[in-house]
């Protein structure tokens, strides 16, 4: 039914082409989610997860035997690769070695089948590799920490960002925290955005020493958050709004409006088996504006106040 494809049915979800091998082999045991259930669960979804996963390098968690077994981060190309994997090569750089892509759902569903159980992109594009198009700030509680405070820290990061022009939006992370992202017109380049997100988490980390922390070599004090801003970096990675995480449970990180951020909803709160109906009885989908806010971020020439 060569008229299927991509193109979803009316009301029907995105059909991919690619097959899958042993889609009954199980990847997440506890909540009974295999590899047909994941390709399901993409197709589903599709339309909500595509901008930020394609046309931009991925780093992926594969995990062949499921979540109980060996799980390593690949960003370079394999062997056997299906196809509808898009290799790229690093404009800046001599490395041999090409980057990985992927541009449909053809794409995703074959990362379904090498048994990638993550999806963290990059924050810039192909079109732009040097000016991130978007800025992710990592909230990773201490042991201990309380839920509304991960909440309150993810509600200033939002007023710092919108004080410099920005606007913020609030996904859980699918594991223990919260990632505030911010959409940008590219523009800065990655070591303007990393000077721009290192100044704000030491600024948060200065006001409330009580509550925040700004290095890694202080993170995981207890009761404590990390404000990891080291997502904001040329090569580096976060996982993506909608993408499954790897642990028990089958979470996925979850894009929220501000107003649901509530103790009710914790960072693995959602998941592959209640996401899609999330979606289906949405009105509007929490990030429907992501694009269409993006802003520049303009940055102040040394010496100069910029005037408000
Ligand atoms: P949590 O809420 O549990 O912190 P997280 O996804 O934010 O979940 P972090 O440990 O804070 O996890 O890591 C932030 C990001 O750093 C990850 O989403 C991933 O993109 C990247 N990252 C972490 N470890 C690796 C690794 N070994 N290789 C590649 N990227 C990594
Ligand atoms: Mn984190
Ligand atoms: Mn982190």
Redesign the pocket.
């Known amino acids: 039914k060569p008229a299927s494809k991509k193109k979803p049915a009316r009301g029907g979800p995105a059909r991919s082409t690619v097959k899958l091998t042993h889609p009954d082999r199980v990847y997440w045991p506890d909540a009974g989610v295999t590899k047909q259930g994941l390709a399901d669960y993409y197709a589903e979804i599709w339309p909500s997860i595509a901008p930020y996963i394609t046309h931009r390098p991925l780093?992926l968690?594969r995990c062949p035997s499921g979540i109980t077994g060996e799980q390593f981060?690949q960003?370079n190309a394999w062997k056997g690769l299906n196809e509808a994997i898009v290799l790229v090569d690093d404009p800046s750089t001599q490395e041999v070695e090409q980057l990985i892509s992927i541009e449909d759902l053809d794409g995703l569903t074959a990362l379904v089948q090498s048994a990638v159980l993550?999806i963290?992109p990059w924050g810039s594009t192909l079109d732009a590799w040097e000016k991130p198009d978007m800025i992710i700030l990592?909230?990773?509680?201490g042991e201990g920490t309380d839920w509304q405070a991960v909440i309150d820290a993810a509600q200033e990061v939002r007023q710092r960002l919108a004080d410099a022009g920005l606007a913020a939006f609030v996904k859980?992370?699918?594991?223990?925290?919260?990632?505030v992202v911010a959409p940008l017109a590219p523009k800065a380049e990655w070591p303007d955005i990393k000077a721009f997100t290192k100044g704000l988490a030491d600024a948060m980390a200065s006001d409330s020493p009580d509550l925040y922390v700004s290095t890694i070599s202080k993170a995981k004090r207890p009761g404590k958050i990390?404000i990891?801003y080291?997502?904001n970096q040329r090569g580096?990675?976060?996982?993506a709004p909608y993408s499954t995480?790897a642990?028990p449970g089958a979470p996925v990180?979850a894009p929220l409006a501000w107003e649901e951020l509530s103790p009710a909803i914790g960072?693995a709160y959602f998941t592959v088996l209640n996401m899609p109906t999330r979606l289906a009885s949405l009105g509007t989908v929490p990030w429907a504006d992501f694009r269409k806010a993006a802003k520049p971020l303009e940055i102040a020439p040394a010496g100069k106040k910029k005037a408000r």
């Open positions: 780093s968690l981060f960003k993550e963290h990592d909230l990773d509680p859980t992370s699918g594991g223990k925290g919260l990632h990390l990891d080291l997502r580096q990675t976060a996982v995480r642990r990180s960072p």
